[in-house]
């Protein structure tokens, strides 16, 4: 890096011409941290280059939020293939099962079952009485009014 105090002069002129190569913006980041640029000749230099370096941190601050890695790509297939796989167990388990006691033998036949379940259901309806809450409230009344 040279110390001619004019070339860098005449690159910093050229610089915010807008006629420098990537290579001399380079050499002028690099020299912007040298003792000889902290002088009030390249304040403004050092202003501009502090001001574009923050802001391309920034943008990259934003821009690291959510990148496409391959390791979340293969962790992002692996449960998309276990959600895929327990919905499909879920799918085509049976939904219901039947289970009685009948005579002290357990049946999971679907047929005995609901068999079964529409006797118990016709032996009650047929030892129920058709007024069961206004016979259950007269019987409470009339216990209430009864002298003792």
Not at 23 to 29: D, F, G, N, P, Q
Not at 69 to 92: E, H, M, N, Q
Not at 114 to 132: F, G, K, L
Request: charged share 20%.
């Amino acid at each position: 890096m040279t110390t001619d105090k004019k070339y860098w002069l005449a690159l910093t002129e050229r610089y915010f011409d807008g006629l420098t190569t990537e290579h001399e913006e380079r050499l002028l980041r690099q020299f912007a941290s040298t003792p000889m640029a902290q002088t009030e000749e390249f304040e403004e230099l050092r202003a501009v280059l502090a001001y574009l370096a923050t802001g391309k941190a920034l943008r990259r601050k934003k821009s690291a939020g959510f990148r496409l890695t391959p390791g979340l790509i293969k962790w992002s297939a692996a449960a998309c293939i276990f959600i895929i796989g327990g919905i499909g167990i879920y799918r085509f388990m049976p939904r219901t099962t039947y289970i009685a006691y009948i005579d002290g033998q357990r049946t999971t036949n679907k047929v005995e079952v609901i068999a079964q379940m529409h006797s118990v259901m016709a032996d009650i309806n047929a030892n129920t009485p058709t007024n069961t809450m206004e016979a259950s409230m007269n019987n409470l009344m009339n216990t209430l009014n009864t002298k003792e």
